[in-house]
């Protein structure tokens, strides 16, 4: 993973994994480990460096992936899907921040449901 010199506070370094048809697939990572021994996983969507799948599409598998290589269990982690402002006149482009939760099936997150959280939420979680 590189690190990207202009990423912001919710956002440390480019993650790569695997989308869609396994096609190559780029989001932005910030991982919080909370005093509380949780963790949080804020990916971020990066449209165009992204050559693959979105976030949104590849929620589940992607929280998974992330879990998993955070050796975390799913009741202490925590998914946010972050999409930063595009600076555009569309409100659709304007910066949104998502918690995720998901049910559990053998091991892996499934069924994804969005809650839109504020930016104050989701400055709170990282400082839990």
Same mark, same amino acid.
């Given at each position: 993973? /590189? &690190?990207?010199?202009?990423?912001? $506070? %919710?956002?440390?370094?480019?993650? #790569? !994994? ?11 990572? @910030? &991982?919080?480990?909370? @005093?509380?021994? @949780?963790?949080? *996983?804020? *990916?971020?969507?990066? %449209? ?17 992936? &992330? ?10 982690? &925590? ?12 409100? !659709? %482009? ?7 939760? !998901?049910?559990?099936?053998?091991? $892996? ?11 104050? /939420?989701? #400055? #709170?979680?990282?400082?839990?």
């Amino acid at each position: 993973m /590189e &690190i990207h010199p202009s990423l912001n $506070k %919710y956002m440390d370094c480019y993650y #790569d !994994f695997l989308g869609q048809w396994d096609s190559p697939s780029r989001c932005g990572l @910030k &991982i919080v480990k909370r @005093k509380d021994g @949780k963790i949080l *996983a804020i *990916a971020t969507e990066i %449209y165009r460096l992204n050559p693959g799948t979105p976030v949104t599409e590849w929620c589940a598998p992607l929280a998974t992936q &992330i879990m998993k290589e955070q050796n975390c269990t799913p009741g202490r982690f &925590i998914f946010v899907e972050h999409t930063p402002d595009m600076g555009s006149k569309l409100d !659709f %482009y304007d910066e949104t921040f998502d918690l995720v939760s !998901f049910q559990v099936a053998d091991g $892996k997150l499934t069924n994804p449901q969005w809650k839109r959280l504020s930016t104050a /939420e989701v #400055d #709170d979680l990282m400082a839990g």
